[in-house]
Each structure stands twice: as C-alpha cells, then as structure tokens.
C-alpha cells in the first residue's frame, strides 16, 4: 500500500511537474469518491486483519485454558500481589495447595521450559497489573476474585516480572524475576524447596497461609 502510494506521488509529481497553480480546489465528484474509498479499503484491510488475527490469537491461544488443562505436565502457581511485590505458590509434591508442602516465593518465579505453566492471581490489597512483557501476558490482579492466564516459555532463561498498574509510592519496585529451567533443575529446585517448607511450616501463621484450591477454568 505504501509503495502504491509512493508510486502514485511519483506518477503526480512527474506528470504535473510544469503546473504553476493546483488543478483543482478540492476535485471532482469522481475524485473525492475515488479518495474515500481508497481511504475506506485501505481501513478495511489493514484493521479488518489485525481485528480477525487478535480475535484468533485470544480464541486460540490466550483465553484458552484448555491447553493448560489438558496437558499432564502443567504447573499450576497460585500468585498473590501485595504492595509491593509477587508472592508465588506452588503445591508442593502432594500436588494441593494450602498444605504443608506448599512452596512460596517472593519476587522469585521458576517454571520449566516448554511446559504450560498456568497462573491464577489474586491481590490482597490495591489493582495491581501481572505482566511479563517478553511473554506478551498481561493480568489485573484484583481483590476478591481470581484471575487466569497461561504462558509458555519456548527456551530456558530468565526475564522480568512487572506491575503494569500504578499501585502507590514503591511500584517502581514492584518486580520479580521468571526464570525457566531445565526439567531437571525444576524438579531438582522444587523437591528441596518443598523440604524446606515442611521444616519451616507453622500452623499458627494465618497470614502465610492465603492459598486457595485450585479453580477450574
Ligand atoms: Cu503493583
């Protein structure tokens, strides 16, 4: 389209190069349809095909749980946003939540590589915003109820968590790091982690304690 109307100026410039005065002021009938309905079209294909591929990707891939949920692999997190940082749960080898088992992090995701890891998120305070920009997923973390959303990450690394909504004084601080690993080093990570966990439990601690079951979808 661009070069279409690069073509077009080119043609124009060439063509009217000896004019001292604009042909027209403001065209004939004909013209000014001809300009509308370029500028219709040109509307037409290149938003109709964002609208149509959004749509597809949010259908296919974003709102849809049923690949998380269908895959046996998927690590379930259970994330709590609290000024001013991510607090992450996961279930531990029992495979619940809210058990003594329960491995939490601070600031601190880690997921496998090349598994669906699939999140719900709650905040127990202000709106706060789950975002990892590398991975294009964006979540409100909102009071009283739970959100979902799932990601993959397609090769080991590390990248950054962050809070896309102004949550008060110390937001610029609101940020974590996710860090996908091998298979091994997640199951090696998470087993002593959740032995550590058993030992450092106590029933006593309610506030530590915020776990939830796992919603379906
Ligand atoms: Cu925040």
Request: hydrophobic share 45%; aromatic share 12%.
């Amino acid at each position: 389209m661009a070069a279409l109307a690069l073509g077009w100026m080119v043609v124009a410039v060439w063509r009217f190069r000896g004019s001292k005065r604009a042909a027209s002021d403001g065209g004939t009938k004909r013209s000014r349809a001809w300009v509308l309905g370029l500028a219709l079209s040109t509307f037409l294909v290149v938003d109709g095909a964002l609208l149509v591929g959004s749509e597809g990707y949010l259908r296919d891939v974003l709102w849809n749980l049923d690949v998380p949920a269908k895959d046996p692999r998927t690590v379930r997190i259970e994330i709590n946003a609290h000024q001013w940082s991510w607090e992450a749960r996961y279930a531990g080898e029992d495979g619940r939540f809210n058990t003594p088992d329960d491995v939490v992090t601070w600031n601190d995701l880690r997921v496998p590589a090349g598994v669906p890891v699939w999140v719900q998120l709650v905040s127990t305070d202000v709106v706060h915003g789950f975002s990892l920009p590398n991975f294009r997923v964006k979540l409100d973390a909102i009071p009283g109820r739970v959100n979902q959303t799932w990601f993959r990450a397609a090769r080991e690394g590390a990248w950054e968590v962050a809070c896309y909504q102004h949550c008060g004084t110390s937001h610029y601080r609101m940020r974590g790091e996710l860090r996908a690993l091998s298979a091994e080093a997640y199951a090696a990570w998470l087993r002593e982690a959740g032995r550590q966990a058993v030992q450092a439990y106590d029933v006593d601690d309610s506030a530590a304690h915020w776990g939830w079951e796992w919603k379906a979808p």
